[in-house]
Nanobody, 124 residues
Framework: QVQLVESGGGLVQAGDSLRLSCAAS????????MGWFRQAPGKEREFVAA????????YYADSVKGRFTISRDNAKNTVYLQMNSLKPEDTAVYYC?????????????????WGQGTQVTVSS
């Protein structure tokens, strides 16, 4: 049974940093593209960042480029999202997801497995 468990969310002030973690089990983690998505109240879930299985490629939404960094540790079956210079508009539930093929890293429906999400709230 595949499980993705996010952690690290919380309430912070604008300009602060947070690091999200997503621990995976039940899959061959090192063969999956891993992504982070987020969903704000009343909005659709949107792509944030992704990292290829080999770690040689990373992708970011324009809204977070230069502020967020995605990374992975295949030995620990964990993917991270370092979020710096947080803004109130970053407030959302953040989800990690796993995609076996990684052809379209920003397409939500290509990801086979999802975590339950972790809340990030940024106050102004």
């Amino acid at each position: 049974q595949v499980q993705l468990v996010e952690s690290g969310g919380g309430l912070v002030q604008a300009g602060d940093s947070l690091r999200l973690s997503c621990a995976a089990s039940g899959l061959i983690f090192s063969t999956y593209t891993m992504g982070w998505f987020r969903q704000a109240p009343g909005k659709e879930r949107e792509f944030v960042a992704a990292v290829s299985w080999s770690r040689d490629s990373t992708y970011y939404a324009d809204s977070v480029k230069g502020r967020f960094t995605i990374s992975r540790d295949n030995a620990k079956n964990t993917v991270y999202l370092q979020m710096n210079s947080l803004k109130p508009e970053d407030t959302a539930v953040y989800y990690c997801a796993a995609d076996q093929y990684g052809f379209r890293y920003s397409v939500l429906y290509d990801y086979e497995y999802w975590g339950q999400g972790t809340q990030v709230t940024v106050s102004s």
